[in-house]
């Protein structure tokens, strides 16, 4: 069973678990270090404009994101999938629970970052309907409308 959940205190240790491996994952796919430490802190913090959640399967968590609203539009701050669970079809239930989220918020865009050496995340977000707007060495930064 999946469920997802806003981010408590209760899962506080859980998450630091899953931040540290999916950093760890993301070090190796991607060549580059992911501060677990600011990760976590991003995802706690509890201002009225972000809101973080997790999906759990067997009180484990296996993704989670946050979503921030700035004015009109949202952008997405993080999406983790563990390792083992992707390819499964949790990142793109987590996509869809969202941007469920920013329409609701009355959204007109959504906008995300990508590393460039990421190039499955860039193949799983085009797939979701986003187009690079623009880019420099780095990151790809994409946005796409909601409907």
């Known amino acids: 069973m999946l469920v997802f959940k806003r981010y408590t205190k209760h899962y506080r240790k859980k998450l630091y678990e899953a931040v540290d491996t999916l950093s760890k994952e993301s070090r190796?796919?991607?060549?580059m270090l992911i501060d677990t430490k600011h990760i976590v802190s991003c995802l706690i913090r509890g201002r009225k404009n972000w809101l973080?959640?997790?999906?759990?399967?067997?009180?484990?968590i296996i993704a989670f994101g946050q979503i921030q609203l700035i004015g009109t539009r949202c952008e997405i701050i993080?999406?983790?999938?563990?390792?083992?669970?992707?390819?499964?079809?949790?990142?793109?239930?987590?996509?869809?629970?969202?941007?469920?989220?920013?329409r609701g918020l009355q959204a007109k865009e959504i906008h995300l970052t990508c590393y460039v050496r990421n190039k499955k995340g860039l193949k799983f977000y085009q797939d979701l309907g986003f187009k690079i707007d623009s880019q420099d060495q780095n990151s790809y930064w994409m946005k796409r409308e909601i409907s």
């Open 52 to 60: 973080s959640c997790i999906l759990l399967q067997n009180d484990k």
């Open 78 to 102: 993080g999406l983790f999938v563990r390792q083992e669970e992707q390819r499964k079809g949790y990142g793109t239930l987590l996509m869809a629970y969202l941007m469920g989220i920013a």
């Open 28 to 31: 190796l796919e991607l060549g």
